[in-house]
């Protein structure tokens, strides 16, 4: 069975390829398109990730669930893909010819960028990404993400020169999502052979998919409904400003995603062999690692954001600072309530509470946004993510109370919190001395880093964390006896 460390690397490499290369041309882009020409891109690509959604409804959990409950036998893997893939080939083309007809007729924004965009449902039609990592075989989408986004940004620093270029770099990045589905259709025949379709299998299919889509068009809502709604009702500046803001959330955000992607086929497989002390384990250990991670980023993050935005963004988009801190704190809910989705609801095929939960974050997020966003723009849209991404946790919380010890393995972390607010306080004390430079910049995460780290480290060390101890047992230093030695493998 393939390494679930070396899983863990190879995940957290592809959600980090597929957010911190384009990252590196943000300052680049900020500055040359600005923030009404980056409003604009971001407003119409919001619009087409919509359309996407429709088409892939349940599609990517379903059937990342589907193939790792088969994956130790290729001719139902086969199968199993092959019945999944028709409903997604017949969906995702008719969100295609349902998005044409609404440029065509109902859409009265950029045009020329909308038309552009058509690309990525073509990539939306051709996404098999769930197939792949159903089997982990992460490494391949590894691969394919690392090239297509190194010359994703060699081509965006080379073409888009002036502001007036927002369909150049419109193209760029469509371009480069549908090649990277196109890669995975070479590597399929490593894994799955060819299959005739199978009706019954595929009728089967159909309810699990469309029950799972219900979570993903309402998660939707407070992950691209907020640039719509901003566009709609205040200015392409302001979607400017908060879509640069999620740039940098999205940092830390798809690291969890990463860890969760893994998790959710690992634990899927010891459910079918009832291995509950690893699944116990591995709940622990995850849950007290993604909340060390994302602790010190929520902190890091609201310690350095005024300096960061105007530095890393350019003075346009200083305001950008007050939506970095904000939507920081909102990725310690996403963070746990990952861990319920992934680590339990999906992996038991719970997906009623899943369903639920995530549409009364939907309704929440939708309600705030209504009350808030003619008022205060982006600062509203920003309190509206953060009531979302809280209701969803404390929903699925209250689901899962009495199966899954969730606030067993969350208070021991509470810890954390304190060690991360010394830390911000440090680090937003050095911007104010030092000022708006890079150098302060610098300063800030150096410092910053330190503070955490060694805060954390004596935590693990306090708690007696299993893994730590492994870690040190194997480079010679005497642990204390009695802390659990599980394979972490």
Same mark, same amino acid.
């Given at each position: 069975?393939? *390494?679930?460390? !070396?899983?863990? %690397? /190879?995940?957290?490499?592809?959600?980090? =390829?597929?957010? @911190? +290369?384009?990252?590196?041309?943000?300052?680049?882009?900020?500055?040359?398109l600005g923030a009404e020409g980056l409003g604009i891109y971001s407003y119409n690509f919001?619009?087409?990730?919509?359309?996407?959604?429709?088409?892939?409804?349940?599609?990517?959990?379903?059937?990342?669930?589907?193939?790792?409950?088969?994956?130790?036998?290729?001719?139902?893997?086969?199968?199993?893909?092959?019945?999944?893939?028709?409903?997604?080939?017949?969906?995702?083309?008719?969100?295609?010819?349902?998005?044409?007809?609404?440029?065509?007729?109902?859409? *009265?924004?950029? !045009?020329?960028? %909308? /038309?552009?965009?058509?690309?990525?449902? =073509?990539?939306? @039609? +051709?996404?098999?990404?769930?197939?792949?990592?159903?089997?982990?075989?992460?490494?391949?989408?590894?691969?394919?993400?690392?090239?297509?986004?190194?010359?994703?940004?060699?081509?965006?620093?080379?073409?888009?020169?002036?502001?007036?270029?927002?369909?150049?770099?419109?193209?760029?990045?469509?371009?480069?999502?549908?090649?990277?589905?196109?890669?995975?259709?070479?590597?399929?025949?490593?894994?799955?052979?060819?299959?005739?379709?199978?009706?019954?299998?595929?009728?089967?299919?159909?309810?699990?998919?469309?029950?799972?889509?219900?979570?993903?068009?309402?998660?939707?809502?407070?992950?691209?409904?907020?640039?719509?709604?901003?566009?709609?009702?205040?200015?392409?500046?302001?979607?400017?400003?908060?879509?640069?803001?999620?740039?940098?959330?999205?940092?830390?955000?798809?690291?969890?995603?990463?860890?969760?992607?893994?998790?959710?086929?690992?634990?899927?497989?010891?459910?079918?062999?009832?291995?509950?002390?690893?699944?116990?384990?591995?709940?622990?250990?995850?849950?007290?690692?993604?909340?060390?991670?994302?602790?010190?980023?929520?902190?890091?993050?609201?310690?350095?954001?005024?300096?960061?935005?105007?530095?890393?963004?350019?003075?346009?988009?200083?305001?950008?600072?007050?939506?970095?801190?904000?939507?920081?704190?909102?990725?310690?809910?996403?963070?746990?309530?990952?861990?319920?989705?992934?680590?339990?609801?999906?992996?038991?095929?719970?997906?009623?509470?899943?369903?639920?939960?995530?549409?009364?974050?939907?309704?929440?997020?939708?309600?705030?946004?209504?009350?808030?966003?003619?008022?205060?723009?982006?600062?509203?849209?920003?309190?509206?993510?953060?009531?979302?991404?809280?209701?969803v946790f404390f929903a699925q919380l209250l689901f899962v109370r009495r199966q899954f010890?969730?606030?067993?393995?969350?208070?021991?972390?509470?810890?954390?919190?304190?060690?991360?607010?010394?830390?911000?306080?440090?680090?937003?004390?050095?911007?104010?001395?030092?000022?708006?430079?890079?150098?302060?910049?610098?300063?800030?995460?150096?410092?910053?880093?330190?503070?955490?780290?060694?805060?954390?480290?004596?935590?693990?060390?306090?708690?007696?964390?299993?893994?730590?101890?492994?870690?040190?047992?194997?480079?010679?230093?005497?642990?204390?006896?009695?802390?659990?030695?599980?394979?972490?493998?």
């Amino acid at each position: 069975m393939t *390494s679930l460390k !070396k899983n863990m %690397a /190879y995940n957290i490499a592809y959600q980090v =390829l597929v957010i @911190v +290369l384009p990252l590196v041309t943000a300052p680049y882009v900020s500055r040359i398109l600005g923030a009404e020409g980056l409003g604009i891109y971001s407003y119409n690509f919001s619009i087409v990730t919509y359309f996407g959604l429709f088409g892939m409804l349940g599609i990517a959990n379903h059937g990342n669930r589907s193939i790792a409950l088969t994956k130790a036998d290729r001719e139902k893997v086969s199968q199993t893909f092959i019945n999944i893939y028709v409903i997604q080939l017949f969906t995702t083309f008719v969100a295609l010819i349902a998005y044409l007809l609404f440029v065509t007729f109902l859409f *009265s924004g950029n !045009k020329i960028v %909308a /038309y552009i965009q058509t690309i990525i449902l =073509l990539s939306y @039609v +051709l996404d098999i990404t769930w197939c792949f990592f159903g089997l982990e075989q992460f490494a391949v989408t590894v691969t394919r993400n690392a090239i297509i986004k190194i010359v994703t940004v060699i081509a965006i620093f080379t073409l888009v020169k002036h502001r007036d270029d927002v369909w150049i770099y419109a193209f760029i990045m469509a371009f480069g999502m549908l090649f990277s589905q196109l890669y995975l259709w070479f590597q399929l025949h490593k894994f799955v052979s060819f299959k005739k379709p199978q009706w019954a299998s595929i009728k089967r299919n159909i309810q699990p998919i469309l029950l799972l889509f219900v979570p993903a068009i309402a998660y939707s809502i407070y992950k691209l409904l907020d640039k719509v709604m901003l566009g709609a009702m205040t200015s392409m500046a302001q979607v400017g400003m908060f879509d640069n803001a999620e740039k940098i959330i999205n940092i830390p955000a798809s690291l969890i995603t990463a860890f969760g992607t893994v998790m959710m086929p690992r634990i899927t497989t010891l459910l079918a062999s009832s291995d509950n002390e690893k699944i116990s384990y591995l709940n622990r250990i995850s849950i007290r690692y993604f909340t060390l991670l994302v602790v010190g980023a929520a902190f890091g993050l609201a310690g350095i954001s005024g300096v960061l935005a105007p530095v890393y963004f350019g003075q346009e988009f200083a305001d950008s600072s007050v939506l970095i801190a904000g939507l920081g704190f909102s990725l310690i809910f996403v963070t746990w309530a990952n861990v319920i989705r992934t680590q339990y609801l999906i992996p038991q095929q719970l997906d009623r509470p899943y369903v639920i939960s995530t549409l009364i974050g939907a309704a929440a997020n939708l309600a705030v946004n209504l009350v808030l966003i003619p008022r205060f723009a982006a600062i509203g849209a920003m309190i509206g993510t953060i009531a979302a991404e809280f209701t969803v946790f404390f929903a699925q919380l209250l689901f899962v109370r009495r199966q899954f010890p969730m606030m067993r393995y969350i208070v021991p972390t509470l810890w954390l919190f304190p060690i991360g607010a010394v830390m911000c306080f440090a680090v937003f004390e050095i911007g104010h001395v030092m000022g708006t430079t890079i150098t302060s910049l610098v300063v800030q995460l150096l410092v910053g880093g330190v503070i955490y780290l060694t805060g954390s480290a004596l935590y693990l060390w306090l708690v007696h964390d299993e893994f730590l101890m492994r870690m040190l047992t194997r480079l010679g230093w005497k642990t204390v006896s009695g802390c659990h030695s599980q394979k972490f493998d």
